[in-house]
């Protein structure tokens, strides 16, 4: 089993700022892509940012010059620095991570999801 345990959602008002975490446990051997996604009401799960294991990285277009991801690979733990942070932003986010176990088997995780919401 592998587990993604997300933290740092919250209430923010509009143009302020949160950082998430996500720590990934469980058998893992490494772990390639991390990701974050999220999901408002009504409306289907989107991509907001990936980080491949090396560093590289691609967001959605509607976070661009806003939001950074990173990862500390040692730690097996994706961040997400949210800044000028917009009433649209609200959401459910959610970490995801494809991981090589320790049995030599992929699998794509997900964790359970933080609540973001902006508003005055």
Known sequence: QVQLVESG??????????????AASGIIFTINDMGWYRQAPG???ELVAVITRGGN???????????????????????????????EDTAVYYCNADVLTIFQTYTTSWGRGTQVTVSS
């Open 43 to 45: 409306k289907q799960r």
């Open 57 to 87: 990285t691609n967001y959605a277009d509607s976070v661009k010059g806003r939001f950074t991801i990173s990862r500390d690979n040692a730690k097996n733990t994706v961040y997400l620095q949210m800044n000028s942070l917009r009433p």
């Open 9 to 22: 959602g919250g209430l923010v008002q509009p143009g302020g700022s949160l950082r998430l975490s996500c």
